[in-house]
């Protein structure tokens, strides 16, 4: 035990050679005072009016961008204008930051290598107020804000749902004057940009900077170093032994800032995002040498650190530069935020400063980088440094794959991170002395509970570490949380039962309705006032128009609306062209096998087959319009087959006369946050079609249903509550529930058998075998049909018949549309529980604690 608290802070800093108290920055040794009234002064933002934005606009664009209007291109224009915004943000980003330093409550610190975060411009504009005065401000310059807001490359620093939902959490702490700081990587390029070649995917880096960001701030004064790789020595520190860390090679993180406004609440939260830098430019000798290439070598290889997002979305990549970013950006979010703490800040306080979620396992390596500073950098011994490191941590699952949790090498870790290695070890010694205690002699258990896994490699479970050093762990919906339990984490549920918890994931209202969908938002304001904005539980409110049919008919309109302006957007984007008088049911996600797009591609398939084969006539079935939109990581094969076979399936349709009119199929491509934005607010129907206790939630399923439309749905995810919530009667439910799933897959599932007792599933995958859709080449989806047919691990053939009687149920209703309509407008109206304000409740409630508040 140590026995002083002084060890603990950091170094006292130089007394300054005057001794007069000093203003300012004490941080990096610079001491000055200020005297001028205006520098005494507070920031203030320029004034709210259209000519103050047309000053702000105009000088941002001649002194900064160093144009004239006459001459300025978009782009100019567009950085302009989000200077602009920036600086009316700026006052209040360092009132925020001031009260922050004041007062020191608790903070969230949140830890993601992920975020979607979409584009800035419209949301910022939203946040503080500006939309109409900017509008004003450019037309009065004889611009126009839509074609700027085209202008912004949205940064997709994510890959799906798990980037996206850590986007929606800070907008919604941000909006709640929660204190916040994000955590993450500034990838210089981000999800890769998909295009089709004849159908198949084909991936473009995703250079979102190459026309500069308007939106971040550098700091590379603030720097921070990271170590990688060596050894590490004991030591005799005044007869306590103690252990360093002796590494090999480093590289700098330099901080970006990025805003976080609150909507219409004045506070301006941050977002930090790390880039790696080399700590040395290059090899001076080897330059003069002539080896160019060589002397800024290691110059690339630090630099590589965050130069791509991986595009791996439920499974994760084992790849040592994955690694390295994980690392690199928690050591440098861990500095950031103690340095943040003031020099006389004493770290055993920390867990009332601060809580850090661990979105997924992604940052878990923060654990052992915690207890690493307090042991060895502050002197800590162990059971003080677990006190801390266990109340600082919480752990958020975002997966029940098996394969998807994350298990690093003991090898590479212990090469890249020696001290965290043993660390871990340590940590997982005292763990399983605690297994042993509480089940003597349970050697399985302890085998199956081990931080460390011996088969079929030694490797570390990250999810473990999580569970065992975090206060709470979440899963992402009540049934992802229950299987979490009973599953997945069951032994760690026997031992804390107390530590597993539920947060329902939600979405932003602010950018998923009142931004993407102001037809529907002005039609609610109208309805109910403003206020479901931050209190989206008050769509409740709507609930009684539904039986009003002039709400219904001004409802069926916004609808109509929006699938006019997704028609002229995609009109010039793909050179679609959508129809607008009927269903557009939409299926967008990332390609993976358990989300079942191939069971959407069965049914339309079927649908076809039977016309094409005369069984049915077109003129018989309820026309609509299918979408899709998925991007497949680059090496999932089977996953790229099935976005080949849905582009090939749709240029045979789409062209067939047969069904002209009848049946549409497109696929556009690259989708992503903006296209989401367009979309799903002209969606009838929104396809959530996994197989039963393989998604742990969905997002996208919620802000269909927040946009009136309605699910086609298994019981998976949040669909289970959005169906409770939203009434059986207006949700179409198919498929087997999760325990049927189990059942049927522990008495053994045969595909097969499937494919010979129902002759419309077999009609409908023989005719896509028979090359119907490959030019009469039987062999180019081959391997897609016959993975259905003799493996299908995700049972979409055991699913089929029910859905298909389920798209019956959708015909049926749509062809009344008072009663599709009164489900839409119920579908929103009893959604307000899916608002990310109401998850921010619930991890304050039942993760963080009673702080962090304002
Ligand atoms: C995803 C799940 C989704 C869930 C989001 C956000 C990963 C690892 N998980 O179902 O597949 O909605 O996380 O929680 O990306």
């Known amino acids: 035990m140590s026995d ?62 160093g144009v004239a209007l006459s001459r ?93 939902l850590a986007a929606c959490f800070i907008d919604s702490l941000a909006t ?45 004064e603030s720097a921070v170093q990271v170590n990688f790789g060596g050894s590490t020595e004991t030591y005799d520190d005044n007869g306590v032994e103690r252990t360093r860390w002796v590494p090999a090679w480093n590289v700098l993180g330099v901080p970006y800032n990025y805003m976080v406004p609150g909507y219409l609440n004045g506070r301006v939260n941050t977002l930090r995002l790390w880039s790696a830098q080399a700590t040395q430019a290059f090899d001076l000798n080897i330059f003069n040498a002539g080896d160019y290439a060589q002397a800024v070598r290691a110059q690339t290889f630090a630099e590589n650190i965050s130069k791509v997002l991986y595009p791996e979305d439920s499974t994760p990549q084992g790849k040592e530069l994955r690694l390295q970013q994980q690392y690199f950006f928690v050591a440098c979010s861990l500095r950031d935020f103690i340095d943040g703490q003031g020099r006389d800040f004493d770290l055993r306080d920390l867990p009332e400063r601060v809580i850090f979620q661990l979105n997924d396992t992604h940052p878990v390596i923060a654990v052992p980088e915690l207890m690493r500073i307090l042991l060895d950098e502050r002197g800590l011994d162990w059971d003080e440094a677990w006190a801390v490191t266990s109340k600082c941590f919480a752990y958020t699952c975002h997966t029940l794959l098996p394969e998807a949790l994350e298990v690093w090498s003991v090898e590479l870790l212990g090469r890249l991170l020696p001290r965290h290695l043993e660390i871990i070890y340590r940590i997982n010694d005292e763990f399983l002395d605690l297994v042993r205690e509480t089940w003597p002699d349970d050697y399985l258990r302890l085998g199956r509970m081990s931080i460390i896994a011996e088969y079929p490699d030694r490797g570390v479970r990250m999810a473990f570490l999580a569970t065992v050093a975090g206060i709470k762990v979440n899963g992402v919906a009540a049934l992802h949380s229950q299987l979490l339990r009973d599953k997945v984490l069951n032994d760690f549920a026997e031992l804390w039962p107390e530590k597993f918890t539920n947060v329902t994931n939600g979405v932003t209202p602010r950018r998923f309705m009142k931004l993407a969908n102001p ?43 929006n699938k006019i302006l997704l028609r002229d957007h995609l009109r010039v984007r793909d050179e679609i062209e959508l129809p607008t008088d009927q269903m557009l049911d939409v299926m967008v996600k990332r390609l993976h096998e358990y989300k079942r797009q191939t069971l959407k591609l069965l049914h339309i398939v079927s649908t076809y087959e039977q016309i094409a084969s005369g069984k049915v006539k077109a003129a018989d079935i309820t026309p609509r319009t299918f979408v899709f939109g998925a991007k497949a990581a680059p090496g999932y094969r089977m996953a790229k087959q099935i976005i080949h076979l849905i582009n090939a399936v749709g240029s045979v349709v789409n062209s067939d006369p047969l069904v002209e009119g009848r049946l ?94 129902n002759p419309q599933l077999k009609a409908t995958l023989d005719l896509i075998a028979s090359g119907h859709f490959s030019g009469g080449d039987p062999m180019t989806f081959e391997p897609v049909v016959s993975n259905l047919v003799h493996h299908d691990r995700f049972m979409a053939l055991a699913d089929f018949g029910s859905y298909v009687e389920a798209q019956h149920r959708v015909d049926a209703l749509y062809a009344d549309p008072d009663a599709w309509t009164r489900s839409a407008i119920l579908n929103v109206a009893r959604c307000g529980f899916f608002s990310s304000d109401r998850s921010m409740k619930d991890y304050i409630k039942r993760i963080w604690g009673t702080n962090p508040v304002l």
């Open 664 to 757: 549409k199929i497109f696929f556009p491509a690259n989708y992503n946050v903006t296209l989401a934005e367009r979309l799903i607010p002209a969606a009838d129907l929104s396809e959530q079609i996994s197989l039963a206790g393989m998604e742990a939630s969905g997002t996208g399923n919620m802000k269909f249903a927040l946009n009136g439309a309605l699910t086609i749905g298994t019981d998976d995810g949040a669909n289970v509550e959005i169906r409770e919530l939203v009434g059986d009667d207006n949700f179409f439910l198919f498929g087997m529930d999760e325990p049927k799933v189990a059942d049927l897959g522990a008495k053994g599932y045969h595909p097969g058998e499937y494919y010979e007792s």
């Open 4 to 65: 002083s608290r002084t060890p603990v802070s950091a170094p006292t800093p130089v007394t300054p050679a005057d001794e007069t108290p000093a203003i300012g920055p004490h941080r990096r040794g610079v001491q000055f005072r200020q005297t001028h009234p205006l520098a005494l002064a507070p920031v203030t933002p320029p004034p709210n009016t259209v000519d103050g934005f047309v000053k702000e606009f105009l000088h941002e664009l001649n002194t900064d961008l």
């Open 176 to 220: 709640m004057n929660v204190p916040c700081i994000g955590y993450g990587i500034r990838y210089e390029y981000g999800i890769f940009r998909q295009t089709f070649v004849d159908g198949e995917q084909v991936e473009q880096p995703d250079s979102w900077l190459a026309l500069g960001n308007p939106w971040e701030i550098a700091h590379p």
């Open 519 to 561: 037809h529907l938002s002005d039609l609610i304001t109208d309805a109910i006032g403003s206020g479901w904005v931050t209190d989206l539980e008050r769509l409740q409110e709507l609930a009684p128009l539904a039986d009003d049919p002039d709400f219904r008919a001004a409802f069926t309109e916004a609808k109509h609306a």
């Open 72 to 164: 300025s291109s978009i782009n100019d224009q567009y950085t302009a204008l989000a200077h602009t915004v920036r600086n009316y943000l700026t006052a209040r980003w360092l009132e925020t930051g001031r009260k922050q330093r004041e007062g020191y409550p608790k903070s969230v610190a949140y830890l993601s290598a992920e975020y979607l975060l979409g584009r800035q411009l419209g949301n910022n504009l939203l946040a503080a107020n500006l939309s109409d005065i900017a509008e004003k401000a450019l037309h009065s310059c004889g611009l126009s804000l839509a074609t700027l807001r085209a202008q912004e490359v949205e940064p997709g620093l994510g890959n799906g749902g798990l980037g996206r």
